[in-house]
Structure formats: C-alpha cells, structure tokens
C-alpha cells in the first residue's frame, strides 16, 4: 500500500532556530501533499497545500515567510519552521495524494512530527 | 461557519457492543467526499472509511458503516463489536468539489472514544 514517511518523528529546538520536517511518498508520486497542524485535543488544521514544482498554497492565517513549504519533487516535500518560537511547538502531520491510483481519497498521511521549541 | 461537526467530544462504549459517532456536514456543493479517520495515541491518522455524494449505498468497511442520510447532512460511524484497541481520537472529514478537481480536506474536531473492558 501507499506509505508516506514524515521525519522527524520527534524534534525539540531552541527558540530562534530552524526546524526541517520532511514528508515523502515512497512508493507513489505525490503532485499534491498537505500540512496540517495539530494542537493538544483539538482538530487538524490545514495549514498548506504543497504542489510539486510551483508555489504552495497557503490557508488564511498561516504565516507563509514562518512555514516555508518545498515541494521539489514529486516524492518530497518539506515544511520549515523558520525561528521557531514556542507557540510553534504543535504536531505536524503531512499527507500526500496518491495521484497515480485514480482513487477519490487516495490519500495517506504521514506519522507525524511532534515539535517542541524550548 | 463550521463545515464539519463532530457534537461528541467524549464517548464511552463497552467492549463487544455497537457505537455510532456522529458527524453533520455543511456544503453546497454537490460533488463532495465524506472520511472518517482514526487517530490512536501514536499520532498516526488511519483511514477508515469513504462515502461519495453520490453513492446510493451506505459505505461498509469490515466492522466499521458509515451511515449517510444526504437530506440531514450527517455521515455517522457506526462501529460494530467495539474492541479495546478502537480507543482513539475519530476524526470526520470532508473534501469539497471533487467534480472540479478540489482534494482539499477539512477536519471535524473529532470524538474520543473509550472502549471499556
């Protein structure tokens, strides 16, 4: 089946510090992937939606020069946390869509990274 | 305005009987996608189940249906002989205008569900 991989699982950093997630499918190409975030007990959040090769698309309210999103391939994209402060330590979860099986929800999500900024 | 509802935050249930968590919806738009997602305390969100705007059938996945009624706008999770590893955060989802290529996905704000022993 469809496995996509989000390292890190888990990341403390310092405040003021850069944060890298990655998201990669590994078994199928992703021209789409998401990132959401997710607070204590609460929802998922979308946060973006990354596009192989072009800019990503941002929801309202979320800081697009904070959260930088690449999606330079079509097996990769990454979410950077650029000076981290610690109302940014949130779990982060990508999914991508399978867009080779032609399946309505054809999408798998990642692990999750848990990123606590101290 | 909330798109998807989730009433329940907390639900408790005993091992080997049935549950429903429910979950309404908002759109106007004709063409849409219904998800239910679990959540166990890993973090990991595994899908569950699918259910089209324009399926005629209710969705069945193993012990987990979906229980569409299209005019209410609610997609209920019926999980039937509940077991002690359904303990988890169940997410109801929702993908809009899928007729014009839409794949964004919004999330309800979920229901704990506790299986008792």
């Known amino acids: 089946g469809a496995v996509v991989s989000q390292h890190p699982s888990r990341v403390i950093c310092k405040s003021g510090t850069s944060v890298k997630i990655e998201c990669r499918s590994l078994d199928f190409q992703a021209t789409t992937m998401f990132w959401y975030r997710q607070f204590p007990k609460q929802s998922l959040m979308l946060m973006a939606t990354s596009n192989e090769g072009s800019k990503a698309t941002y929801e309202q309210g979320v800081e697009k020069d904070k959260f930088l999103i690449n999606h330079a391939s079509l097996t990769l994209s990454t979410l950077t946390v650029t000076s981290a402060h610690p109302e940014d330590s949130s779990f982060y979860i990508c999914?991508?869509?399978?867009?080779?099986?032609?399946?309505?929800?054809?999408?798998?999500f990642g692990s999750g990274t848990r990123l606590t900024v101290v | 305005a909330q798109k998807i509802t989730q009433t329940q935050p907390g639900m408790f249930v005993q091992e080997k009987e049935a549950v429903t968590l429910d979950c309404t919806y908002d759109t106007s738009d004709p063409s849409y996608g219904l998800f239910w997602y679990k959540q166990p305390s890993s973090g990991e969100m595994i899908f569950l189940i699918y259910?089209?705007?324009?399926?005629?059938q209710n969705a069945t996945e193993g012990r987990y249906s979906l229980n569409f009624q299209k005019a209410r706008k609610s997609a209920n999770l019926v999980i039937s002989a509940s077991q002690l590893g359904d303990s988890a955060m169940y997410f109801c989802?929702?993908?809009?205008?899928?007729?014009?290529?839409?794949?964004?996905?919004?999330f309800g704000a979920g229901t704990r569900l506790f299986v008792k022993a």
């Open positions: 989802a929702m993908r809009e205008g899928l007729n014009t290529g839409g794949f964004k996905t919004i």
């Open positions: 259910q089209g705007s324009y399926d005629q």
């Open positions: 999914s991508a869509r399978n867009s080779g099986t032609g399946h309505l929800y054809g999408y798998t």
